[in-house]
């Protein structure tokens, strides 16, 4: 059990990236006051949290409404995190990770970005749902209560990081989210492999 929820921790603290939100909220919500931004990091963790939350207590239905297989989808699912972890590792974002910082200053949101880009896709992103599938998927109540309270943890502390994210930003520079993003991405390249051979050795065996 304690390395369910040390996997579970580590691979969603990894695929939603608290601190490497930091610098693209700071750099969506420029020009906007302390309270502004305060009330778009609490209003876009909670929409990011309920949208992983409705996945986490419904994934099984909705695979078995879709007939997709628990094992297809931890392989689907793996792969898609392999992909994660490469573009965290070579920095070569294909669709899966959040956005450069200069290409979020790029684009001007003159709507609420509460619920995009900040909910979806940069907290509860393909990568995040994929990960909430792959453990709550088959598992017992008991086990999904569990995993719940570990993202919940894990939303905690990026809400966290959106609330410092100036000072974050400062703390970290490029440099150093550049060496921890690589580092990590690494980790997420083991976990998503392990996925992969699960899938394939439940299915073979089943």
Known sequence: MSEFLFNA???????????????????????????????????????????????????????????????????????????LA?????????????????????DEYATDITVFPL??????????????LLFTGGAAPARTALFIGVLAAVLALTLVSLLLAPLITRLLGETGANVLSRVLGVVVAALAVQFILDGIRSGLLG
């Open 86 to 106: 490469l573009d965290m590792v070579f920095a070569s974002p294909r669709g899966l990770h959040a956005r450069s910082v200069q290409q979020q200053e790029e």
């Open 9 to 83: 921790f580590i691979t969603l603290l990894v695929v939603v990236d608290p601190p490497g939100l930091a610098p693209v909220f700071a750099a969506l919500t420029r020009g906007y006051g302390p309270k502004r931004r305060r009330e778009a990091a609490v209003k876009g963790t909670l929409i990011g949290a309920g949208i992983l939350l409705i996945f986490a207590l419904v994934g099984d239905a909705l695979l078995g409404a879709l007939g997709i297989s628990l094992d297809a989808f931890r392989i689907a699912g793996g792969v898609l995190l392999f992909i």
């Open 119 to 132: 909910s979806i896709p940069l907290i509860a992103g393909p990568g995040a749902i994929a990960t909430v």
